[in-house]
């Protein structure tokens, strides 16, 4: 039994770019700021809907006005609250504050879609998080806002969503909530809902290490990588004699931001 030459592609954890502080616009995809949003001190609404655009997704902060669920929107915000007690002296740009939105809003998503850690990385869903302004930090602001988003850094736009978000993943997903790729392979090509016309799928994640382990080097990672999803796409394929498959696999920075995951895809139109 002979495969063809794996494919290993190298893309950004979209959550680990929504950490980054950026210098984005504070507009959603209309380009309107809500005045009251702008320097707010208080907390956002839980569950409101914006309609934000891939260009919010890694700025620091976010005043797109808020629009109804049951109209067109990008984004459902999910998770709102203070930041700890220990975080009230942390800068705006902290790593400490930034280790905390990922924690809290990873674990928030997976809770709200109904999803485990693998599933989630293998859809076309993702987060971002906001914090009040730099006024508003000065002025004492400490909150934080997670967005779902219908897209990130490896799609070419944000979907629609449905009227909301929660549970959206239970059961057996559909097709359009579900990462897929068109093109020749993985590498560099934007991700895809799998309802659409595609040549790759997500289909197996690969778990490197426990949240307390060391990061196990460039070359271990995308070994172990390479390894394992070679035979687990081929299971997924049902044994064929020739297959493609590609692995995105993450290095230190994503890895100290909290990913321990690899993921599998097989060249497929199904």
């Known amino acids: 039994m002979t495969t063809r030459s794996p494919l290993a592609v190298v893309l950004a954890v979209v959550a680990l770019l929504a950490l980054l502080a950026g210098c984005g616009e504070s507009a959603g995809q209309s380009g309107e700021t809500d005045p009251e949003q702008v320097d707010a001190v208080e907390a956002p609404d839980l569950g409101s809907c914006r309609r934000l655009a891939l260009t919010d997704v890694a700025a620091p902060t976010n005043a797109s006005p808020v629009v109804p669920c049951a109209e067109r929107h990008t984004a459902e915000t999910y998770a ?34 109904g999803a485990d850690e693998s599933l989630t990385m293998r859809t076309v869903l993702s987060w971002a998080w906001f914090r009040p302004s730099p006024k508003a930090w000065e002025d004492g602001a400490r909150w934080y806002r997670c967005d779902v988003v219908g897209g990130g850094a490896q799609s070419k736009e944000l979907v629609a969503l449905p009227k909301t978000a929660r549970g959206l993943l239970q059961g057996r997903p559909d097709d359009k909530w579900l990462a897929c790729v068109d093109g020749p392979s993985v590498s560099g090509a934007p991700k895809t809902p799998c309802s659409q016309p595609h040549d790759w799928r997500a289909v197996t994640t690969i778990k490197l290490g426990e949240e307390a382990d060391a990061y196990p080097g460039d070359r271990l990672s995308e070994v172990r990588s390479r390894d394992f999803c070679k035979r687990s796409v081929q299971a997924w394929l049902n044994y064929p004699a020739q297959f493609d498959y590609g692995y995105t696999w993450f290095r230190e920075p994503e890895w100290n931001a909290g990913n321990r995951r690899s993921v599998c895809w097989a060249r497929t139109t199904e």
């Open 80 to 113: 709102v609250g203070e930041l700890p007690p220990e975080l009230d002296d942390a800068g705006y740009d902290s790593p400490e504050v930034a280790q905390f939105a990922y924690d809290t809003c990873s674990e928030g998503l997976r809770t709200f879609v």
